[in-house]
């Protein structure tokens, strides 16, 4: 073998790119280590080295990554879930009202009282399938853009939280209820949750196919995936998950209000493009999107570690999503041209 062949050979290996993640990883840490040297600077102490911090920051973030594990899926699609936060906040009343104790004297459905904590959980899941499956059927059968048809049921299922107690909060729920929002169970959850999705996505035919789809529809279609039903599928599970962070937040706060969730599903999108999730649908992972979430979390507590004020904060959030939307872009762009 000649040394030219040698060279040839070597040279597409040291061309190669390092895994998305990775780079999403290398965000994360320069992003962490600017407000570690920033909170010396301006705070005289440690953005860092304090668990406390960093514990609060996990919890805030854990409930809207539940949410953003769904959306991921949604975006790989070719799709987008504006109900997420709607969902949240009705659910997270439907199921308080079936979780409350017989000790409280205005409870919602004074027969159905001190139920097990399986009973409201269902309950709240299937509201949650309900939702998802009539996206996925406007979505998959009627044909209407994503957009428009979650956008109209998240009014919907808003103004549904709204009606359902005529606004008032629903609270005093069971104890075995409140658990799965106490201590650090809303991080075990979503960890939980994002295993199971990273394999799913990652070893399973529903990836394969969520992908495929999301790459092009039409090419998945002729070779054989039934586009429609597993477009049903994604919007389901989707859906469900934000039962789950609706019910989470809930038991977290031993309270329901109608106004829960408002404007998670966009702090969800968010964190799936932070995380690599290509709104053009064919590319992301649940990987990447924990990655997102944890920087979503970073920027958030450091801006408040800062003390800037909120109106900034929001600003700057929404900046660093157009941002990653724009690199996304430059991506597509860049691999069309190499293609």
């Known amino acids: ?13 040291s061309h190669r790119k390092l895994p998305a993640e990775v780079n999403i990883l290398l965000v994360l840490i320069g992003i962490a ?29 854990s409930v809207i990554g539940i949410i953003a594990v769904g959306v991921t899926q949604v975006i790989i699609s070719g799709g987008i879930d504006l109900s997420s936060g709607s969902v949240v906040g ?48 406007l979505i998959a059968y009627t044909k209407i853009p994503p957009f428009i048809a979650t956008l109209g049921t998240m009014v919907t299922v808003r103004g549904f939280a709204k009606w359902y107690t ?11 209820f409140a ?3 106490s ?16 394999v799913a996505m990652k070893y399973t035919r529903y990836g394969k196919f969520t992908y495929a789809i999301g790459a092009n ?7 054989g995936i039934d586009v429609e039903r597993h ?14 962070a609706g019910m989470v937040v809930a038991a977290r706060g031993q309270t329901a209000q109608a106004g829960m969730g408002l404007a998670y599903e966009l702090d969800a999108i968010a964190m799936a493009v932070i995380g690599g999730v290509s709104l053009n649908g064919g590319r992301g992972s649940i990987l990447g999107t924990a990655i997102g979430m944890i920087i979503f979390g970073v920027i958030i507590s450091g801006f408040t570690f800062l003390r800037l004020d909120a109106y900034y904060q929001e600003m700057i959030k929404g900046a660093i999503v157009v941002a990653a939307v724009v690199a996304d872009v430059h991506r597509q762009r860049k691999r069309r041209k190499t293609s």
């Open 231 to 244: 477009l049903v599928k994604v919007y389901v599970i989707a859906a469900m998950l934000a039962a789950l």
């Open 33 to 61: 280590v600017v407000f570690e040297i920033l909170g010396w600077i301006f705070q005289g102490q440690s953005f860092l080295f304090s668990w406390n911090r960093l514990k609060i920051m996990i919890l805030q973030v």
């Open 217 to 223: 529809a039409q090419a998945a279609r002729v070779s």
């Open 166 to 176: 005529k606004g008032q909060p629903i609270s005093f729920p069971t104890e075995g």
């Open 90 to 137: 009705a659910v997270a009343m439907v199921a308080m009202s079936f979780a409350q104790v017989s000790t409280y004297a205005r409870a919602v459905y004074p027969a159905l009282t001190d139920l097990p904590m399986i009973v409201p959980l269902l309950i709240g899941l299937g509201c949650g399938a309900v939702v998802g499956l009539i996206n996925g059927w």
């Open 183 to 198: 201590g650090m169970m809303p991080v075990v959850i979503f960890i939980l949750v994002a295993a199971i999705f990273h």
């Open 1 to 13: 073998m000649s040394s030219q062949d040698i060279t040839a050979r070597a040279a597409p290996r």
């Open 179 to 181: 658990w799965i929002g």
